[in-house]
């Protein structure tokens, strides 16, 4: 599988880019709100893929940020979730957005999506919560965090877990958490983006 690309933007268009790789022009799909990111034609980008593999299709789509493709490797899991609806979902929510409504049940969140109704968000919630649920990794979480940590600040337990939902281990996701200067006025939503930058930098 191609996991990352490196290369020069021949070409950028709203839903895609075209990726000089040795000589060969990938086309590389993702969320417009991601490809404004990118840089324009002639300079070089990084990302991170993941390719799609149908009878008759091959389909790389491409992201920034690692969480990025976790998260979409993770909705088309989900039934009824194909690529085209997992773009949508990363063009109106950030995965540090997206993890949290999954962890609290924000059907009002998910539905900002297009394509995705109060059903479709049920369905999100149901099925990734209870992976995460039912998997050793929220164990696994709880035993991780200190006693201590928990009692007085479950904001520190549920971005773990949120990590956890983006695709990272139990252990990587501690280790953020742990990696991070922390106030008294942090909340979840805060722990989590403040995780998501440091790791973006490992």
Same mark, same amino acid.
């Given at each position: 599988?191609?996991?990352? *690309?490196?290369?020069?933007?021949?070409?950028?268009?709203?839903?895609?880019?075209?990726?000089?790789?040795?000589?060969?022009?990938?086309?590389?799909?993702?969320?417009?709100?991601?490809?404004?990111?990118?840089?324009?034609?002639?300079?070089?980008?990084?990302?991170?893929?993941?390719?799609?593999?149908?009878?008759?299709?091959?389909?790389?789509?491409?992201?920034?940020?690692?969480?990025?493709?976790?998260?979409?490797?993770?909705?088309?899991?989900?039934?009824?979730?194909?690529?085209?609806?997992?773009?949508?979902?990363?063009?109106?929510?950030?995965?540090?957005?997206?993890?949290?409504? *999954?962890?609290?049940?924000?059907?009002?969140?998910?539905?900002?999506?297009?394509?995705?109704?109060?059903?479709?968000?049920?369905?999100?919630?149901?099925?990734?919560?209870?992976?995460?649920?039912?998997?050793?990794?929220?164990?696994?979480?709880?035993?991780? *965090?200190?006693?201590?940590?928990?009692?007085?600040?479950?904001?520190?337990?549920?971005?773990?877990?949120?990590?956890?939902?983006?695709?990272?281990?139990?252990?990587?996701?501690?280790?953020?958490?742990?990696?991070?200067?922390?106030?008294?006025?942090?909340? *979840?939503?805060?722990?989590?983006?403040?995780?998501?930058?440091?790791?973006?930098?490992?």
């Amino acid at each position: 599988m191609i996991a990352r *690309v490196n290369g020069k933007v021949l070409q950028r268009k709203n839903d895609s880019v075209v990726v000089n790789l040795n000589g060969l022009g990938l086309r590389i799909e993702s969320a417009p709100r991601i490809i404004a990111q990118m840089p324009p034609a002639g300079e070089e980008v990084a990302l991170y893929t993941h390719l799609h593999v149908r009878e008759n299709e091959l389909t790389l789509f491409g992201f920034k940020l690692e969480e990025e493709m976790h998260l979409f490797s993770l909705l088309i899991t989900v039934s009824g979730i194909g690529p085209k609806i997992a773009l949508q979902i990363l063009e109106a929510l950030d995965p540090s957005t997206f993890a949290l409504a *999954v962890l609290q049940g924000d059907i009002s969140s998910l539905t900002q999506a297009k394509g995705i109704g109060k059903k479709g968000a049920e369905r999100i919630i149901l099925e990734l919560k209870d992976k995460v649920a039912k998997s050793e990794f929220a164990a696994e979480a709880e035993s991780l *965090v200190r006693p201590d940590q928990l009692a007085g600040d479950t904001a520190v337990k549920d971005a773990v877990n949120a990590l956890v939902v983006l695709g990272y281990s139990a252990k990587e996701a501690e280790a953020a958490i742990k990696s991070i200067a922390t106030t008294e006025e942090d909340d *979840v939503e805060s722990l989590l983006r403040k995780a998501l930058r440091n790791l973006s930098k490992w």
